[in-house]
């Protein structure tokens, strides 16, 4: 992550639903696609079942959301966010999809705001890396490479 003269770093909160958000790093976040057209995957687990066409690619669009609740809801997705994660240094891009509920907001976080992972919900133990207090918010940070990897089917 990039920083800044007095020691903070960029990153990007993503709203995951209503009553959560998650933080990446500031150059992990590529682009938004609003009204994503997204494809139906016969099969695929709850909180993947549709991919997003990019740059000639096909991304998974995972819902967190949904994986964090334990089931999907019917909703209609508005805004996706590509992610590009590497699995070790130097390794190439890679790249997937993040449906989310609103825009992204950038913020400035320090190592003063490391806090414990929320316990509730208990997912938050996976898909986290580390966590941060934003005011009286906790904010998980993403581990993309856990995300991404197919492990959310062995949990």
């Known amino acids: 992550m990039p ?10 909160v993503l709203p995951l639903a209503a009553q959560w958000r998650a933080a990446v790093g500031e150059r992990e976040l590529m682009h938004l696609v609003e009204f994503p057209t997204l494809l139906e995957v016969p099969k695929s687990p709850f909180y993947c079942r549709q991919v997003l066409l990019w740059n000639d690619m096909i991304l998974p ?5 949904a994986w964090l609740k334990g089931h999907a809801e019917q909703k ?8 590009a994660y590497q699995y070790y240094p130097n390794d190439a891009p890679h790249y997937g999809a993040l449906l989310l509920c ?5 913020i400035w ?11 509730v919900p208990m997912g938050w133990q996976s898909l986290a890396i580390s966590c941060f207090a934003d ?20 949990i």
């Open 3 to 12: 920083v800044n003269d007095q020691g903070k770093s960029a990153a990007w």
């Open 61 to 65: 669009a995972m819902d967190l959301a």
């Open 76 to 83: 209609t997705q508005q805004l996706a966010g590509i992610f």
């Open 102 to 106: 609103a825009i992204p907001t950038r």
């Open 109 to 119: 976080v320090s190592d003063k705001q490391a806090c414990a992972l929320p316990s």
């Open 135 to 154: 005011g009286d918010d906790v904010i998980p940070i993403l581990d993309l490479p856990f995300v991404f990897s197919g492990a959310l089917l062995k």
